[in-house]
């Protein structure tokens, strides 16, 4: 086993030689990369909104939008369908989704519903199979009463397609404002993820994905006073519109647009010559200006006016013929709003309304600091580790962080590969699998040690040590991907970022072990042929440990009933202190722009801006910020505004490091995400230990993760840290590192069942649990010291996802041997049962053969 042919590791150092290769660019200045050979590769990883700064947005498009658009079409059909085919009608209107009326004449039942046959008519959607959907359905009543009904499929399908709309169209608009990389993809049926790295200017993207941008041209109605229009009744083919200056001007305008920004070509923006006013000129296409032109000459002496979603711009008189298919408009513009309006005209217009139901901008400024941050905090964790590793192991401890270097190479190297996103998390998940990836190796040198003790040759306690270990390497590292897999399908944004990296580290850790770890001791063995165990081990004063566990299991039990029924009447009672992921509304990082921030002025300045409930902290160094405000009644947009009052009192005297603003809908959905993820990572873990094991296994593994997630919700119940989304990530973490230490014990209790059949459970648990002692120990301290690297030097951003998982180590390596082993006690677990499953696998493996 410990042998390799000189092609397989020729292999190995290929596959180590080409990671490195791959991961270097992510270490060498841009200038030089640039520089490099062709044949160099220069792909990297790209970094994350939170480390290069940028803004994420989720838009949502409004359904009610959609409603009316369609409503407005349905009503305008019903009534031109029915005046065409001469049928008198009453009380035409509209309600939610449907149109009514009542003909004049019942007998003309039949002629209406033949004169309506056009709007109940199938619509193609595409496919594969050519679908097809019913957009509106007719119903009438002996009476002549008629009801035109919007379908909700047809709704739907209206929906997806101005989705699939407003996704061109935002790219357009993003593409104009000269950003680099952006990203723009639908989620689900009626939203559209915006991801702009390296973003200055947050609020100008947010402002022109907000517009609409519909633009339309529209005669001034004469026939009476505005103001008489205001207080009486309008006629019937106009309407009052505002205009957008301050106090609004409202115009009586007719109805009807003359012509629409769908025939313009192009918009730029410039200035007045006769004042220097910021305008934006326009050219429309051929069948734009030729119908500008016939309308412009029939109305020469008559105001018009630009309507933009539905404000006026400008009402100027047409004092001659406009020929040339150009123009001008003006209002009240500064150069930048001249700039938006010319973007917004040349990407056109969108099918709906776009609101902003989630956003999370960070600084460059943070970015920055959280890439020194994590850099920091990644490379003291490995020089912890390592100088750990070699206080122990001695030579072996080397071999194993060679590994483990190698291991973090092939993580960022994958990562460069699949063009991965590396969030602040996720330098997190590398970090943690620093941590993590020795335990391959301590529970490799652990088995080999005892084989020697059993009197084995060194070369032959390796291999039978690296056979018996490497079940249980599978084994626990496969509990904690179940949960990594999970919790990337279901997680979103950074969260994922983790998931991702822990997922790949997991796998490279596994690969590492197997192959570079191997060839390493192989090489070693060869070289220096030792007769005996390396000076350099020094865990063997782990033998004398004869630790009676069990003794003490009602006692613990009983301590840890009651921490856990404290944390559930904790959560009753007090309650979680919850992120915006789950209530809704924002949080905003500050920076003061000179010296420290004045708390106590911020309350006093952001109480008279009637937000509801602020909370204003201090957060980390003396000049920065955290501040809270609760979710706002009045509805998605309500949160945006209340972020922008924050900006106009606040911008002059601080900088908005961090901004992030969630949507009531977002919130509730991200909550239920999170609950359904922790579920399924229990359930797909308990049926693989089922799987593995036997059942009383699954229940003790459920219990001890029970405990050690009830623990920890206590821990954010009585600290008052602040649980988001990544306290989710973090639960799920805990997860999987509980049932890789539980998977362990659990292992060497399945053997020793079958090979001391009469020994008390008690003592055999208390065996099982003796002889892991080392490799428990020693992969907990190794995983908390990266962890502990992480608290102490990983930035304020993710102290509290990091706390967490430190404190989630500790309750895992305590439940592993305290919750998780007296289950089988409890449910009388005995050594038979393993002897009936190796009897029915033998009898298998013989009906098979024959």
């Not at 407003?166 to 689900?188: F, K, M, W, Y």
């Not at 001034?220 to 301050?246: L, T």
């Not at 006769?274 to 934006?280: K, S, Y």
């Not at 900088?655 to 919130?667: I, L, N």
Request: charged content about 20%.
């Amino acid at each position: 086993m410990l042998y390799f042919s000189r092609w397989k590791a020729i292999a190995i150092w290929l596959v180590t030689l080409v990671s490195i290769l791959i991961a270097a660019p992510n270490f060498i200045p841009k200038d030089v990369l640039d520089s490099m050979p062709s044949w160099f590769p220069k792909t990297t990883m790209t970094l994350g909104l939170d480390l290069q700064g940028g803004s994420h947005i989720m838009l949502q498009v409004e359904r009610s939008d959609i409603v009316k658009e369609r409503m407005e079409t349905v009503l305008d059909d019903v009534r031109g369908n029915l005046r065409k085919a001469s049928i008198g009608y009453t009380g035409l209107a509209t309600r939610g989704q449907q149109v009514t009326f009542k003909l004049r004449d019942p007998s003309q039942i039949d002629a209406a519903k033949e004169a309506l046959k056009d709007l109940t008519q199938l619509v193609s959607v595409g496919g594969f199979a050519g679908s097809s959907i019913q957009e509106a359905t007719v119903s009438n009543a002996a009476d002549g009463s008629f009801e035109v009904n919007l379908t909700d499929e047809g709704l739907n399908y209206r929906i997806q397609s101005a989705v699939s709309q407003s996704i061109e169209v935002v790219r357009r608009r993003v593409d104009e404002l000269g950003t680099t990389e952006p990203l723009i993809q639908r989620q689900g049926v009626d939203r559209i993820i915006v991801q702009v790295p390296g973003l200055d200017d947050p609020q100008r993207l947010k402002a022109i994905l907000n517009k609409t941008a519909k633009l339309t041209f529209h005669l001034v109605d004469n026939s009476m006073p505005v103001q008489e229009a205001m207080n009486g009744r309008p006629p019937a083919s106009s309407e009052v519109v505002y205009s957008n200056d301050d106090p609004p001007v409202p115009y009586l305008l007719q109805k009807r647009a003359i012509l629409t920004g769908e025939n313009l070509v192009d918009a730029q923006p410039g200035f007045n010559p006769e004042n220097n006013a910021a305008i934006v000129s326009f050219r429309f296409d051929s069948a734009g200006a030729q119908k500008f032109g016939r309308i412009t000459q029939e109305h020469v002496g008559e105001p018009f006016a630009i309507v933009l979603d539905n404000q006026v711009i400008t009402a100027p008189v047409i004092n001659e013929p406009i020929l040339g298919g150009a123009g001008q408009i003006s209002g009240n513009f500064t150069a930048q709003s001249a700039s938006d309006l010319a973007v917004l005209l040349r990407a056109g217009a969108l099918p709906a309304t776009l609101t902003v139901v989630e956003e999370r901008t960070v600084g460059p400024g943070l970015g920055a600091d959280s890439i020194r941050a994590g850099f920091i905090a990644g490379v003291i964790g490995l020089i912890a580790v390592i100088a750990f590793m070699q206080l122990f192991y001695g030579t072996l401890g080397a071999i194993a962080s060679v590994a483990m270097v190698i291991n973090v190479v092939m993580i960022i190297a994958i990562l460069s590969m699949l063009g991965a996103t590396l969030t602040l998390p996720g330098i997190a998940g590398i970090v943690l699998t620093i941590g993590q990836a020795v335990d391959s190796n301590v529970l490799f040198y652990e088995r080999f040690r005892e084989e020697v003790k059993a009197g084995r040759p060194i070369t032959q306690a390796m291999e039978t040590g690296f056979n018996k270990a490497f079940g249980t390497i599978i084994d626990a590292n496969l509990t904690t991907l179940i949960a990594a897999v999970i919790l990337f399908y279901m997680g979103s944004g950074p969260v994922r970022g983790f998931a991702v990296t822990l997922s790949i580290g997991i796998i490279t850790t596994v690969f590492t072990a197997y192959t570079v770890s191997r060839l390493m001791i192989s090489i070693w063995l060869r070289r220096t042929r030792p007769k005996a165990l390396p000076k350099g081990v020094r865990t063997g004063f782990f033998d004398f440990a004869q630790i009676r566990f069990m003794s003490v299991r009602k006692w613990t039990f009983a301590i840890s009933a009651a921490l856990a029924v404290a944390s559930v009447v904790g959560f009753a009672t007090k309650g979680l202190e919850l992120g915006i992921d789950f209530t809704g509304g924002s949080m905003i990082e500050l920076k003061a722009k000179q010296g420290d921030a004045n708390l106590g002025d911020i309350r006093d300045r952001l109480g008279g801006l009637n937000l509801g409930g602020v909370q204003v902290q201090g957060f980390g160094d003396p000049s920065s910020v955290l501040v809270r405000v609760q979710s706002q009644d009045a509805g998605e947009n309500a949160e945006q505004s209340a972020v922008n009052k924050i900006r106009g009192e606040l911008s002059d005297d601080y900088d908005f490091r961090r901004v992030e603003v969630v949507g009531p809908s977002v919130s509730g959905e991200l909550a239920m995400t999170g609950a359904i993820g922790v579920g399924l990572s229990l359930l797909a873990i308990m049926v693989y230990i089922w799987f593995r094991f036997e059942w009383q296994f699954a229940v003790g593994a459920i219990v001890a993760t029970l405990h050690d997630l009830l623990l920890t919700l206590g821990l954010f119940v009585f600290t008052g840290l602040e649980f988001d989304i990544t306290s989710i990530a973090a639960i799920l973490t805990i997860v999987g590192y509980s049932l890789n230490d539980t998977v362990v014990v659990y292992d060497r209790m399945r053997e020793n069942l079958r090979r001391y059949k009469k020994m008390p459970l008690e003592v055999l648990i208390d065996t099982s649990i003796n002889s892991t002692l080392s490799r428990t120990i020693l992969t907990s301290v190794t995983t908390m010291i990266a962890i502990a690297a992480l608290v102490l030097f990983g930035g304020e951003v993710i102290r509290g996802f990091t706390i967490s998982m430190l404190f989630g180590v500790v309750v895992g390596t305590f439940s592993s041997i305290y919750m998780a082993a007296p289950v089988l006690i409890l449910f009388k677990l005995r050594s038979d049962a393993f002897d009936k499953k190796d009897e029915k696998d033998e009898k298998a493996g013989e009906a098979q053969a024959v």
